[in-house]
C-alpha cells in the first residue's frame, strides 16, 4: 500500500530554517505530482507547495513565496521542503500529499494519499 512518511519536523526560532523531507513507498513516485499541505490549529488545511513529477513545475502559496523551496529527488522516491525565514505564523502540522495525477494543483481535493504530519512550531 501506499506510505508517505513526514521527517524533519520542530522548534524553530523565528528566522530560522528547517527542512522537511517526505519518503513514498507503494506507488510509482516519478508520475505524480507532489505536495505540501499544511493545517494549524483550529484551522483548515492550506496548501503550501506542489511539485510536477520531474521538478520542473512548482506552485507556492503566496504565504511562503520566496522563503519556501519545494523539490523531489525521484531516485530515492522522496520530496522536499525547505523552510528559510520561518515566522510564527508558519506554525502548523505539515503533510505531505501525492496527486492524483501528473496536473500541478493546489486543492486539497486533488491528492489522494496524504503522509501522517511532522510539527513544525516557530517561536522564540
Known amino acids: 500500500q501506499v506510505q508517505l512518511v513526514e521527517s524533519g519536523g520542530g522548534l524553530v526560532q523565528p528566522g530560522g530554517s528547517l527542512r522537511l523531507s517526505c519518503a513514498a513507498s507503494g506507488l510509482t513516485f516519478g508520475q505524480y505530482t507532489m505536495g505540501w499541505f499544511r493545517q494549524a490549529p483550529g484551522k483548515e488545511r492550506e496548501f503550501v507547495a506542489a511539485?510536477?513529477?520531474?521538478?520542473?513545475?512548482?506552485r507556492y502559496a503566496d504565504s511562503v513565496k520566496g522563503r519556501f523551496t519545494i523539490s523531489r529527488d525521484n531516485a530515492k522516491n522522496t520530496v522536499y521542503l525547505q523552510m528559510n525565514s520561518l515566522k510564527p505564523e508558519d506554525t502548523a502540522d505539515y503533510y505531505c500529499a501525492s496527486g492524483k495525477s501528473m496536473v500541478v494543483t493546489t486543492t486539497v481535493y486533488s491528492y489522494g494519499y496524504w503522509g501522517q504530519g511532522t510539527q513544525v512550531t516557530v517561536s522564540s
Open positions: 511539485i510536477g513529477w520531474s521538478g520542473v513545475v512548482t
